[in-house]
């Protein structure tokens, strides 16, 4: 199956190419100051969110005499201070933006941790809750590219078409990392759904079979259902996209369909066979 991490990735780290075009960036010095900023503090929560998960690898770090937790924390210190230039005012509005969306995504860790050891019953509601919680922070180079320059389509609207976006890629990323997560202990909404299966039809985990959870999010269509749902959210940001004439995002949107399409159709042909 081809692996949509990638596109996801680059989509995080390339918000600010994609958003340029809804912007009058009469000065591109600020706009790079600006996009410089975003990828410290892209690099910071991706690099906390490892750590956090277990997922930084401690050992090759100090074969390679790199220091992780400091490259970390020199990104977050960066980035700050030179937020601290572009929004110079304490009580500018930026601020309270950064400090509700960064409370929105801790709590969500804290809350996933929490999941992972209660292993409740997640609705769907739970997780499109989790998923735009989880990249909260990932608006604030909207809410910022919105009060440094003069915009053609309202941050508000430009919002709407990432909630679509997270909640595509994160069902995307939960059902590539199915048998990791299951590994790791990490409790997802796919998880959820594949165990009230199984309980549901006595499905006895000890069979001798191989991944036996991932075999029954396929065979109980399951993984068919997520994953349509995850191009149904793309398609709908898509759409938006090309409304509001956003052109590299909608590019990007094309790529990611084309992607899960190709993965749809894989997807049926190893469960007919």
Same mark, same amino acid.
């Given at each position: @199956?081809?692996?949509?991490?990638?596109?996801?990735?680059?989509?995080?780290?390339?918000?600010?190419?994609?958003?340029?075009?809804?912007?009058?960036?009469?000065? !591109?010095?600020?706009?790079?100051?600006?996009? %410089? #900023?975003?990828?410290?503090?892209?690099?910071?929560?991706?690099? %906390?969110?490892?750590?956090?998960?277990?997922?930084?690898?401690?050992?090759?770090?100090?074969?390679?005499?790199?220091?992780?937790?400091?490259?970390?924390?020199?990104?977050?210190?960066?980035?700050?201070?030179?937020?601290?230039?572009?929004?110079?005012?304490?009580?500018? @509005?930026?601020?309270?933006?950064?400090?509700?969306?960064?409370? $929105?995504?801790?709590?969500?860790?804290?809350?996933? $941790?929490?999941?992972?050891?209660?292993?409740?019953?997640?609705?769907?509601?739970?997780?499109?809750?989790?998923?735009?919680?989880?990249?909260?922070?990932?608006?604030?180079?909207?809410?910022?590219?919105?009060?440094?320059?003069?915009?053609?389509?309202?941050?508000? #609207?430009?919002?709407?078409?990432?909630?679509?976006?997270?909640?595509?890629?994160? @069902?995307?990323?939960?059902? !590539?990392?199915?048998? #990791?997560?299951?590994?790791?202990?990490?409790?997802?909404?796919?998880?959820?759904?594949?165990?009230?299966? @199984?309980?549901?039809? #006595?499905?006895?985990?000890?069979?001798?079979?191989? $991944?036996?959870?991932?075999?029954?999010?396929?065979?109980?269509? %399951?993984?068919?259902?997520?994953?349509?749902?995850? $191009?149904?959210?793309?398609?709908?940001?898509?759409?938006?996209?090309?409304?509001?004439?956003?052109?590299?995002?909608?590019?990007?949107?094309?790529?990611? %369909?084309?992607?899960?399409? !190709?993965?749809?159709?894989?997807?049926?042909?190893?469960?007919?066979?």
């Amino acid at each position: @199956m081809k692996s949509n991490n990638k596109i996801t990735i680059n989509f995080f780290k390339s918000q600010i190419p994609l958003l340029k075009e809804n912007y009058i960036t009469d000065n !591109e010095e600020l706009l790079h100051q600006f996009s %410089i #900023a975003v990828e410290r503090f892209c690099y910071f929560i991706f690099e %906390i969110d490892k750590l956090i998960d277990g997922d930084s690898d401690f050992v090759r770090q100090h074969t390679e005499k790199r220091n992780g937790i400091y490259d970390m924390m020199k990104n977050h210190q960066d980035a700050v201070k030179s937020l601290g230039k572009l929004f110079p005012d304490d009580e500018h @509005m930026f601020w309270n933006d950064l400090n509700v969306c960064s409370e $929105k995504y801790y709590k969500i860790l804290i809350r996933e $941790k929490y999941e992972n050891s209660a292993r409740n019953v997640l609705s769907l509601s739970d997780f499109e809750d989790y998923a735009v919680s989880k990249h909260s922070l990932a608006y604030i180079p909207v809410k910022g590219l919105g009060y440094l320059f003069e915009y053609k389509i309202s941050p508000a #609207a430009i919002e709407s078409i990432f909630t679509e976006i997270f909640c595509g890629i994160q @069902m995307v990323d939960d059902i !590539e990392d199915f048998n #990791a997560d299951l590994f790791s202990g990490q409790w997802t909404y796919v998880h959820s759904r594949v165990e009230e299966f @199984m309980k549901e039809n #006595a499905i006895d985990e000890n069979t001798g079979l191989d $991944k036996i959870r991932e075999r029954v999010l396929y065979i109980s269509g %399951i993984g068919q259902e997520l994953t349509a749902y995850a $191009k149904e959210k793309f398609i709908s940001a898509k759409l938006l996209s090309n409304k509001y004439n956003l052109k590299d995002l909608e590019h990007y949107l094309d790529q990611v %369909i084309s992607v899960i399409t !190709e993965n749809e159709k894989l997807i049926q042909e190893l469960t007919l066979n």
